[in-house]
């Protein structure tokens, strides 16, 4: 995950109105989960990276319509 993405579910969190541990369990995550994703070492998978390097193209994230 970049940066920005892991901004954008910040932000989810806050406009959610609830704390970060909360919307872990309400996603049926243990807090400690949700952190880590959330932090720098909330990596995706390495084939991924290595795919997505590959094809030089990057994760993003885009709300449903």
């Known amino acids: 995950m970049n940066e920005d993405i ?9 406009a959610m109105g609830v ?9 049926g ?3 400690q989960e949700l952190n880590r994703a ?3 070492r909330g990596k995706i998978a ?5 795919i997505l390097d590959y094809f030089n193209l990057e994760l993003t994230v885009k709300g449903k319509e």
């Open 6 to 14: 892991r901004a954008a579910i910040r932000a989810k969190i806050t």
């Open 19 to 27: 704390s970060q541990a909360e919307a872990a369990r309400q996603m």
């Open 29 to 31: 995550l243990e807090p």
């Open 38 to 40: 959330l932090q720098s």
């Open 46 to 50: 390495p084939v991924w990276q290595t």
